[in-house]
């Protein structure tokens, strides 16, 4: 784990820039007849495990109010 602020940083860029590009291929792949739900439903817990991992980092970069 690493609490360098510029890697905290570099680490939340990678994750919003998956997390976007996951909600693009989501909604293509809603879009198109036929979409496999199976791979949707992973698509979409994956989606939801990145949002965490954002929430996670970007607490990281936030001081603490109560110390």
Do not use: C, F, V
């Not at 909600?23 to 979409?35: H, Q, R």
């Not at 791979?39 to 495990?49: C, G």
């Amino acid at each position: 784990m690493t609490t360098n602020p510029e890697q905290i940083a570099e680490t939340l860029l990678e994750l919003r820039s998956e997390h976007r590009k996951l909600d693009e291929l989501i909604i293509d792949l809603t879009s198109a007849p036929g979409a496999d739900q199976l791979t949707l439903t992973r698509l979409k817990r994956r989606k939801l495990r990145l949002k965490d991992q954002i929430i996670y980092w970007e607490s990281k970069i936030i001081p603490d109010l109560d110390a």
